[in-house]
Nanobody, 123 residues
Framework: QVQLAESGGGLVQAGGSLRISCTAS????????MAWFRQAPVKEREFVAA???????YYAESVKGRFTISRDNAKNTVYLQMNSLKPEDTAVYYC?????????????????WGQGTQVTVSS
């Protein structure tokens, strides 16, 4: 099994940048698709970005061009660089892992989740 721990969330002004991290333990992420999801108050969880072991990357339309997902296999860590942040990006951001080569964009296809990190963007 793989355990995931997010870090790096915080408060940032609109237009600013923030990088959040997800460090995995227990298994190397080289055999997992890794993704970020987010959930704002009174909203459903939504897909943000995902990257596969073969380099395939997907982004939600709402973050395309502003967010970048990347991974450092040596550190067993996945990052989400968030630029040009907007108040509507405010949410708890969750890291997720799915074993295999597919890169799902649905949360129910991910078997491992972190505890989440809060990102708040002030206007």
């Amino acid at each position: 099994q793989v355990q995931l721990a997010e870090s790096g969330g915080g408060l940032v002004q609109a237009g600013g940048s923030l990088r959040i991290s997800c460090t995995a333990s227990g298994r190397p992420i080289t055999t997992y698709a890794m993704a970020w999801f987010r959930q704002a108050p009174v909203k459903e969880r939504e897909f943000v970005a995902a990257g596969g072991t073969g380099g395939i990357i997907y982004y939600a339309e709402s973050v395309k061009g502003r967010f970048t997902i990347s991974r450092d296999n040596a550190k067993n860590t996945v990052y989400l660089q968030m630029n040009s942040l907007k108040p509507e990006d405010t949410a708890v951001y969750y890291c997720a892992a799915a074993y295999g080569v597919r890169v799902p964009q649905k949360g129910n296809e991910y078997g491992y989740w972190g505890q989440g990190t809060q990102v708040t963007v002030s206007s």
